[in-house]
């Protein structure tokens, strides 16, 4: 049977599939607080009334609400019930000193008893709330989710990144149910990749005969990232043995040792190898050998680096003889020849083939049946079976055999929107609104998915099965034992790398006029040191103030000799202790500090804005239209940075904003557009100093750090925050802010322990819970003439 026919015959089943399914309907996130009974007239027209009147609703009133905020319509006590997002806005501001401003007389003592009766009644308004965990619509799987869970679930190695379009991304990350869409392009995408991957995953069909890539230095066709290492961005068309050859021109003396070669994919070590240096063969009358490696290369596209490790010689040698044949060995060349034929069959068959499918049927319908389990993450039904074993019967009509018809079903169980999605079903049909536990299978992928970005393991199914997952101390265990592993790293290259905005190092071009350091190892390193930053307080538990200003910091030699930090020798990352106070921290990271600066210079607003948001979880409202540029060529030359922003925050409409974020961007001056220590910016001197609204102020970034540690409460509140949208793939709203300020409560008495945060997380309502979707009556004819369509 030709591939299009069965790709056609999948694609018409897939229909089907989509046809029959119940997804749930529009995401909504967790309803207000119903209105309690108002506060009492009185005590709210004594202790709030005069602090909004004479204070607040000069600026903020309907004909000048300045900062888009209008303290007129809060004047009501009822509004404490009914206007909940905007009193939890005037509480933060008035908490944090940002209001008033200064230059206007307050009371601070009329202040702090006006946020005290104001959260003494939203207190006694929560404790008086319906339970609302929200809901989650049915949440497709992003680009990340479905590389890990093929691997997970196969063994195969598939690059969605490159080969899906882009996620759309929403509240900061893209794993925000309502906005992950399926288009005709991806679904034409997914078709072809369940072909791909099942064919590869049982390796049925055979391979093409080999052919050479050759990535020579004289081609330029590799690049040399230092004296001893060339690096090569090579498609390898078909999983398989692989022989790559490295060309080595050059001699060393005769007493010069053995060097270890290593080869390196996708900044993955696959092999080390020791080579002689000392003179060999010739030629075309010039010294030069070869050495090679065999192994197994994925197919995909994949940076190859080779290099010598720990390569002594070189460092005594100058700049001029490295590449002098007489004087040196070197790598100048890499060969790829193949496939061939694996010795091995690839662990993903044994993963399928859980039986000899040829003993019989029992035997197959044991493979699809499990195949389905661990692809929809949970117990699947004979019908669902029945419709899978179709497609091996459909195979075997047309001559094929069952091990190929099991790679067909297979195709169909990776294009299912039972594989796709994570469905939650509403338990109740009674009550479509009621708020009911989610299934243990469905925790156990909100748990996977949450912590590896990826499918639940067997461990984990086995506890949903069993019905044990939430038994008393399971749940906790399963985190931990999660964290534990390896494919916890998904909380770094997901979470942080969004949160933090480090996904933006693969789009920023500084301009290589002003930054000639820029190259891209100077990025991946950037990239390395956050990652790890992240990874090692996640799994030592470290205090979450170590974010803000950590002694400490992941380094290699080419990031250390930016940081200007001495005795960091060779390319691997370590630990390494920071002795002075010019970096600590996230903010003093050239990953953080190069996402946040334009090509050409750096940016205090936008580094201010990026402090206020990821940091302080207080983003500014957008700027208003017509916003004047700054004059580019004045930077450094007539005018500096502060002086010019200056002049621009002289317009009463900018100060407001610019008041909050300009001072923390100035915090920021002493790193230039890519995070290198300056004390000069062009002709002027860099001043850091700043003051903020509530009055604190610094004169350099280490002392605005401190600043900044004395708002941990507010900090810890931002990435709890961040850490339920990721884990639960919404928005937040009212009910949520109860939840995420006793999780700050609890990791305030706990000295702010990191995993606290992911454990609590794992623990609250929204995380374990959900509330149903109320389906009118109309809609719930139209469900039902569905239905009879479909039958």
């Given at each position: 049977m030709r591939a299009t026919s069965q790709r056609l015959t999948i694609a018409v089943s897939v229909a089907g599939f989509l046809a029959a399914a119940q997804l749930p309907g529009p995401a909504t996130k967790p309803q207000p607080a119903p209105a309690a009974k108002a506060a009492p007239t009185a005590d709210f027209a004594k202790v709030v009334t005069p602090v909004l009147s004479k204070t607040c609703t000069p600026c903020h009133n309907s004909g000048m609400a300045s900062g888009g905020f209008d303290a007129d319509h809060f004047l009501d006590p009822a509004t404490i019930s009914t206007q909940r997002d905007g009193w939890d806005r005037i509480l933060m501001k008035l908490r944090n000193g940002e209001m008033p401003p200064r230059g206007i007389p307050k009371s601070q003592v009329a202040i702090d008893n006006l946020v005290h009766y104001v959260q003494s009644a939203v207190d006694r308004i929560d404790s008086t709330a319906k339970p609302d965990p929200g809901r989650v619509v049915a949440h497709r799987l992003n680009r990340t989710e479905y590389t890990n869970t093929i691997r997970d679930l196969l063994g195969v190695e598939f690059q969605a990144q490159k080969d899906f379009p882009t996620d759309d991304s929403g509240e900061g990350f893209d794993n925000i149910a309502e906005i992950l869409t399926i288009s005709p392009v991806l679904m034409e995408k997914y078709l072809a990749a369940a072909e791909r991957i099942a064919s590869r995953a049982l390796a049925a069909d055979p391979l093409p005969k080999p052919i050479q890539a050759d990535y020579a230095a004289k081609e330029k066709r590799i690049r040399r990232l230092d004296r001893s290492t060339i690096e090569a961005t090579h498609r390898v068309e078909f999983d398989g043995d692989y022989t790559v050859r490295f060309a080595l021109p050059g001699e060393r003396p005769k007493d010069a040792k053995p060097v270890q070669l290593a080869f390196w994919m996708d900044g993955k070590l696959l092999a080390t190898k020791l080579v002689e240096t000392k003179p060999s063969g010739l030629v075309y009358f010039e010294p030069y050998s070869e050495e090679e490696m065999r192994l197994f290369l994925p197919e995909g596209d994949h940076i190859f680096r080779a290099g010598f490790v720990n390569d002594d010689f070189v460092k005594d040698l100058d700049a001029k003889s490295i590449y002098k044949k007489k004087l040196n060995k070197y790598l100048d060349g890499m060969l790829f020849i193949g496939p061939f034929q694996p010795k091995e069959p690839p662990a993903s068959r044994a993963k399928i083939l859980i039986c000899d499918p040829n003993t019989g049927a029992a035997c197959v319908d044991k493979i699809v049946t499990n195949l389905a389990r661990r692809a929809y993450r949970r117990p699947v039904t004979r019908p669902e079976v029945a419709s899978l074993l179709k497609f091996i019967t459909l195979a075997k009509q047309h001559g094929q055999s069952?091990?190929?018809?099991?790679?067909?079903?297979?195709?169909?169980?990776?294009?299912?929107?039972?594989?796709?999605?994570?469905?939650?079903?509403?338990?109740?049909?009674?009550?479509?609104?009621?708020?009911?536990?989610?299934?243990?299978?469905?925790?156990?992928?909100?748990?996977?998915?949450?912590?590896?970005?990826?499918?639940?393991?067997d461990p984990l199914l086995a506890l949903a099965d069993a019905g044990k997952l939430r038994a008393p101390g399971v749940l906790d265990a399963q985190v931990k034992r999660m964290l534990d592993d390896p494919r916890s790293s998904a909380l770094a290259d997901s979470f942080a790398a969004q949160w933090l905005e480090i996904r933006n190092l693969d789009v920023v071009k500084p301009d290589p006029q002003k930054f000639p350091d820029w190259n891209p190892e100077l990025r991946d390193a950037m990239r390395t040191e956050t990652s790890m930053f992240f990874d090692y307080v996640l799994r030592q538990n470290r205090p979450m103030a170590d974010f803000l200003d950590a002694r400490y910091t992941f380094l290699n030699d080419r990031l250390a000799k930016h940081y200007g930090i001495e005795g960091v020798v060779g390319p691997e990352f370590r630990k390494v202790e920071l002795t002075n106070d010019q970096r600590g921290g996230i903010l003093s990271q050239a990953s953080v500090l190069t996402v946040s600066s334009y090509p050409t210079r750096t940016s205090v607003v936008i580094r201010g804005k990026y402090v206020l948001q990821e940091i302080l979880g207080a983003p500014p409202p957008p700027p208003p239209p017509d916003v004047p540029p700054l004059?580019?060529?004045?930077?450094?030359?007539?005018?500096?940075?502060?002086?010019?922003?200056?002049?621009?925050?002289?317009?009463?409409?900018?100060?407001?904003?610019?008041?909050?974020?300009?001072?923390?961007?100035?915090?920021?001056?002493?790193?230039?557009?890519?995070?290198?220590?300056?004390?000069?910016d062009g002709k002027f001197p860099v001043d850091s100093s700043g003051v903020l609204p509530n009055g604190k102020s610094f004169t350099t970034p280490a002392e605005m750090r401190a600043v900044l540690k004395s708002q941990l409460p507010q900090f810890t509140h931002c990435v709890i925050e961040k850490l339920m949208i990721y884990a639960l793939g919404r928005g937040m709203a009212t009910p949520d802010r109860r939840v995420i300020d006793g999780i700050g409560q609890k990791l305030a008495a706990q000295g702010y322990p990191f995993q606290t945060a992911i454990y609590e997380v794992v623990r609250s309502m929204p995380f374990q819970m959900r509330r149903g979707e109320l389906v009118s009556s109309d809609k719930q004819t139209k469900a039902k003439a569905k239905e009879i369509a479909h039958r």
């Amino acid at each position: 049977m030709r591939a299009t026919s069965q790709r056609l015959t999948i694609a018409v089943s897939v229909a089907g599939f989509l046809a029959a399914a119940q997804l749930p309907g529009p995401a909504t996130k967790p309803q207000p607080a119903p209105a309690a009974k108002a506060a009492p007239t009185a005590d709210f027209a004594k202790v709030v009334t005069p602090v909004l009147s004479k204070t607040c609703t000069p600026c903020h009133n309907s004909g000048m609400a300045s900062g888009g905020f209008d303290a007129d319509h809060f004047l009501d006590p009822a509004t404490i019930s009914t206007q909940r997002d905007g009193w939890d806005r005037i509480l933060m501001k008035l908490r944090n000193g940002e209001m008033p401003p200064r230059g206007i007389p307050k009371s601070q003592v009329a202040i702090d008893n006006l946020v005290h009766y104001v959260q003494s009644a939203v207190d006694r308004i929560d404790s008086t709330a319906k339970p609302d965990p929200g809901r989650v619509v049915a949440h497709r799987l992003n680009r990340t989710e479905y590389t890990n869970t093929i691997r997970d679930l196969l063994g195969v190695e598939f690059q969605a990144q490159k080969d899906f379009p882009t996620d759309d991304s929403g509240e900061g990350f893209d794993n925000i149910a309502e906005i992950l869409t399926i288009s005709p392009v991806l679904m034409e995408k997914y078709l072809a990749a369940a072909e791909r991957i099942a064919s590869r995953a049982l390796a049925a069909d055979p391979l093409p005969k080999p052919i050479q890539a050759d990535y020579a230095a004289k081609e330029k066709r590799i690049r040399r990232l230092d004296r001893s290492t060339i690096e090569a961005t090579h498609r390898v068309e078909f999983d398989g043995d692989y022989t790559v050859r490295f060309a080595l021109p050059g001699e060393r003396p005769k007493d010069a040792k053995p060097v270890q070669l290593a080869f390196w994919m996708d900044g993955k070590l696959l092999a080390t190898k020791l080579v002689e240096t000392k003179p060999s063969g010739l030629v075309y009358f010039e010294p030069y050998s070869e050495e090679e490696m065999r192994l197994f290369l994925p197919e995909g596209d994949h940076i190859f680096r080779a290099g010598f490790v720990n390569d002594d010689f070189v460092k005594d040698l100058d700049a001029k003889s490295i590449y002098k044949k007489k004087l040196n060995k070197y790598l100048d060349g890499m060969l790829f020849i193949g496939p061939f034929q694996p010795k091995e069959p690839p662990a993903s068959r044994a993963k399928i083939l859980i039986c000899d499918p040829n003993t019989g049927a029992a035997c197959v319908d044991k493979i699809v049946t499990n195949l389905a389990r661990r692809a929809y993450r949970r117990p699947v039904t004979r019908p669902e079976v029945a419709s899978l074993l179709k497609f091996i019967t459909l195979a075997k009509q047309h001559g094929q055999s069952t091990e190929q018809g099991i790679q067909l079903a297979l195709q169909a169980i990776l294009v299912s929107p039972n594989f796709l999605f994570h469905i939650e079903r509403d338990s109740n049909p009674t009550d479509p609104n009621a708020v009911h536990p989610i299934s243990d299978f469905e925790l156990a992928s909100r748990l996977s998915y949450f912590l590896w970005s990826s499918m639940p393991d067997d461990p984990l199914l086995a506890l949903a099965d069993a019905g044990k997952l939430r038994a008393p101390g399971v749940l906790d265990a399963q985190v931990k034992r999660m964290l534990d592993d390896p494919r916890s790293s998904a909380l770094a290259d997901s979470f942080a790398a969004q949160w933090l905005e480090i996904r933006n190092l693969d789009v920023v071009k500084p301009d290589p006029q002003k930054f000639p350091d820029w190259n891209p190892e100077l990025r991946d390193a950037m990239r390395t040191e956050t990652s790890m930053f992240f990874d090692y307080v996640l799994r030592q538990n470290r205090p979450m103030a170590d974010f803000l200003d950590a002694r400490y910091t992941f380094l290699n030699d080419r990031l250390a000799k930016h940081y200007g930090i001495e005795g960091v020798v060779g390319p691997e990352f370590r630990k390494v202790e920071l002795t002075n106070d010019q970096r600590g921290g996230i903010l003093s990271q050239a990953s953080v500090l190069t996402v946040s600066s334009y090509p050409t210079r750096t940016s205090v607003v936008i580094r201010g804005k990026y402090v206020l948001q990821e940091i302080l979880g207080a983003p500014p409202p957008p700027p208003p239209p017509d916003v004047p540029p700054l004059d580019e060529a004045a930077v450094g030359t007539s005018l500096s940075l502060r002086q010019q922003m200056e002049k621009h925050r002289a317009n009463a409409v900018c100060a407001s904003c610019h008041s909050k974020m300009d001072p923390l961007g100035f915090g920021l001056e002493n790193y230039d557009g890519i995070g290198k220590w300056r004390t000069m910016d062009g002709k002027f001197p860099v001043d850091s100093s700043g003051v903020l609204p509530n009055g604190k102020s610094f004169t350099t970034p280490a002392e605005m750090r401190a600043v900044l540690k004395s708002q941990l409460p507010q900090f810890t509140h931002c990435v709890i925050e961040k850490l339920m949208i990721y884990a639960l793939g919404r928005g937040m709203a009212t009910p949520d802010r109860r939840v995420i300020d006793g999780i700050g409560q609890k990791l305030a008495a706990q000295g702010y322990p990191f995993q606290t945060a992911i454990y609590e997380v794992v623990r609250s309502m929204p995380f374990q819970m959900r509330r149903g979707e109320l389906v009118s009556s109309d809609k719930q004819t139209k469900a039902k003439a569905k239905e009879i369509a479909h039958r």
